[in-house]
Structure formats: structure tokens, C-alpha cells
């Protein structure tokens, strides 16, 4: 009886004969460290592009919230027809630097102006309508409570629009009062303001570049405090009132 062919089982030792050469002698199993390595060699790249992807993500969701910047000590709203230039808003929040003091203990004393420029004279469409923009930022400025000071060249026509400057004590005024007599402090008049060296500026407008001492900008500027009708209330206020009674102190003469 035949078995088998003896061909069959000349091709079946060849295989069996290759297969085991292929295959290492001692083959052994990778350690947790070496399976590490070789996951890494093969995915590094993935995770290195995952990583910087998230740290970008987390960046931008934490400097649109604040999270990664620090709250200024007191913030001083200006209000006027014409921007003040940036020199003299530099100026400005080093003078008040060095008044104040850190309020909110971050190790760092932090002071921030917020320009709201707007003239109802104006027939610029396009000019009207940034005015309108910064008019609506003002008022939820004044909503939110976040100025203390009000920095203004022309003090009546806000308090008529807004009725939110204080009267000496800090209190608010009557509902029939929209004057700012003895609401406010000329910038001119105050030692502690007046009296502060604050450097130059130079801007360029319509293609001229203009210089002059941020002085003079600021001596026409009247400063003022806000009160407050709700409970909330500018950040740091009982600081930031200190700090008022002091200025009106230093005044030469009797606010107007």
C-alpha cells in the first residue's frame, strides 16, 4: 500500500527547513521599555503635533478670557473729541504708577487706560460711526464698573450725558444735578499730577510728524471719580479713593 509520495515529503522538509531560518533561534519577548521605545519611534511625531496643536488651542482660550494676564491695579477711562497719542498714554499710566501702589497684591502695580474718543460734530460717516463703537464700549465700561477715573476735556457735557461723576465724599449725585462743579480736578492744578516729569511725544498726522511735551496735553484734561448706583463696583476701590482724596488735596486751586 502506498503511503505516501516521497516528493511530498522532500518539499515539506525544504518549507519546514526555511520557515526555521526565517524565524530567530531564541526569540524573546519585548520588555515594557523596549515596547515603549519602539511606540514612540513610531508615533513621536503624532504626539509632538498633538501637543503643540493644545498648547496653541489652550493660548488662545486663555488670553481671550484673561487667564494669563494680569488685572491692573486701577483703570482710567479718557473721554475726549481727539486720541491722546500713545507717548502720552504712556506717560499718563507711569504718573499714576507711581502714585499707586499694588492694590491687588500680583507683585506688580499695573495702571490701564481705556480711550473713548467721539465728536458729535462730525460728518464723516465712517469717523461717526468708530465714535458710536467707542460710545457703546464706554457705556458698558461705566456698566461694568471697570474705570475708577474719568480723564475728560470736557467734564459738563459728560456729566449731562452719563451722571456718574462723584461728589467730594464719593457719593452720587441728586437726580436733578448734572453739574460737574466740585466734581472734578483740573489736571493743571493738581501738584502731584502737574508737577511729574512725563517726557514728549510725536505722532504723525496727515504725513507730518509732530512732537511736544505730554505736559501740555494733560494740563486742559479735568480727572474725575465715578460713584456707583448697584453694588458693583470698580476693583480695588477703597484704594483707588485713598488715592482721589490725596489728589484732591494737592489741588492749587478750588476745582471748578
Known sequence: MRIGNIDDLNNSNQS?????LLQPENQQELTKLEKLKNWWHYRKWYV??????????????????????????????????????????????????????D???????????????????????????????????????????????????????FQREYQVLALPDGSCPSQADYSATDKVILWADCTLLSGTEAGSYTETIAGQTIT?????ILADLYLARR??????????????????????????????
Open 103 to 157: 492694590y491687588n497684591e500680583d507683585g506688580e502695580i499695573i495702571v490701564q487706560v481705556n480711550q473713548y474718543v467721539g465728536d458729535s460734530q462730525t460728518a464723516n460717516a465712517e469717523i461717526a460711526y468708530y465714535q458710536y463703537a467707542s460710545e457703546i464700549t464706554l457705556m458698558a465700561d461705566i456698566s461694568e464698573g471697570e474705570s475708577y477715573f474719568f480723564l475728560m476735556d470736557d467734564p459738563q457735557n
Open 227 to 256: 460713584c456707583f448706583y448697584s453694588d458693583k463696583v470698580a476693583d480695588n476701590m477703597d484704594e483707588c479713593s485713598a488715592l482721589w482724596d490725596l489728589l484732591y488735596k494737592s489741588q492749587t486751586k478750588a476745582a471748578p
Open 212 to 216: 511736544g511735551n505730554n505736559q501740555d
Open 48 to 101: 509632538i503635533i498633538g501637543v503643540i496643536l493644545f498648547a496653541a488651542a489652550c493660548s488662545l482660550i486663555g488670553n481671550a478670557l484673561g487667564l494669563f494676564t494680569k488685572s491692573p491695579d486701577l483703570q482710567i477711562a479718557y473721554v475726549g473729541k481727539a486720541a491722546l497719542p500713545q507717548d502720552t498714554v504712556s506717560a499718563l499710566e507711569q504718573i499714576f504708577t507711581s502714585l499707586a501702589g
Open 16 to 20: 519546514d527547513g526555511l520557515i526555521s
